[in-house]
């Protein structure tokens, strides 16, 4: 089944304690892109990739860090979170730039106390 | 600059009334493509449609309508004869030519449909 899935799917953890939340795609999609989604604001693009080793920043890069090694992985690194990164987060890909169709993962709830 | 605006926040309508989902946007790029995804809350993202700023053809897909203007930038959505399991936030959202490596979604309206 083609799909992406992220991992944890929960997580609360405490300001400063670096994490990371994973993503994987099997439909050997180049572009994958994190997002955040936050109440009143909708999802905004946190960094994307458009293959391994290519990576660029989106909308809200602060305080992110990502890595594209393998094609099928993606994971976002948040190395010292704060509150304020307290958010539902998405991983998405597709076959090429987001104009294709995107899949998302189904998102990590995020809580930073 | 790249925008989405859905204007409407939150839209509660009784079953099987029509509804129509706003969506504005702005680019400066002739070349653009505009989407919209369901949010139902289990959570996911469900793609619904993707339209190419060089078809303004109105698409229809069951209950499901979209209108396509470049002429006011807007990419309307119809739900005729809506159900309670269209309950939902939808987003609107932009990628253009200008970097189609950026996605811009909209704040998202979210629809109550009632029985």
């Known amino acids: 089944e083609a799909q992406v899935t992220q991992n944890p799917r929960y997580l609360i953890t405490v300001t400063g304690k670096k994490l990371t939340v994973t993503c994987s795609q099997n439909m050997n999609h180049e572009y994958m892109s994190w997002y955040r989604q936050d109440p009143g604001l909708g999802l905004r693009q946190i960094y994307y990739?458009?293959?391994?080793?290519?990576?660029d920043k989106g909308d809200v890069p602060e305080g992110y860090k990502v890595s594209r090694k393998e094609k099928r992985n993606f994971p976002l690194i948040l190395e010292s979170p704060s509150p304020n990164q307290t958010s539902l987060y998405f991983c998405?890909?597709?076959?090429?730039?987001?104009?294709?169709?995107?899949?998302f993962g189904p998102g990590t709830r995020l809580l930073v106390l | 600059a790249q925008k989405v605006t859905q204007a409407q926040t939150e839209i509660s309508v009784v079953e099987k009334e029509d509804v129509t989902l706003d969506c504005v946007y702005e680019t400066r790029d002739t070349t653009y493509y505009l989407f919209w995804y369901k949010q139902p809350p289990s959570g996911e993202l469900v793609f619904l449609i993707r339209r190419n700023s060089f078809d303004e053809q109105n698409e229809i897909s069951g209950r499901y309508s979209w209108n396509f203007q470049k002429s006011t930038s807007s990419f309307n959505f119809t739900i005729t004869a809506s159900q309670v399991v269209d309950s939902a936030v939808y987003f609107c959202?932009?990628?253009?030519?200008?970097?189609?490596?950026?996605?811009?979604f909209g704040s998202g309206t979210k629809l109550n449909v009632k029985p």
């Open positions: 990739s458009m293959n391994v080793e290519v990576t």
């Open positions: 959202a932009l990628a253009s030519r200008y970097n189609f490596n950026k996605f811009y």
């Open positions: 998405a890909s597709s076959s090429t730039a987001p104009q294709e169709t995107q899949y």
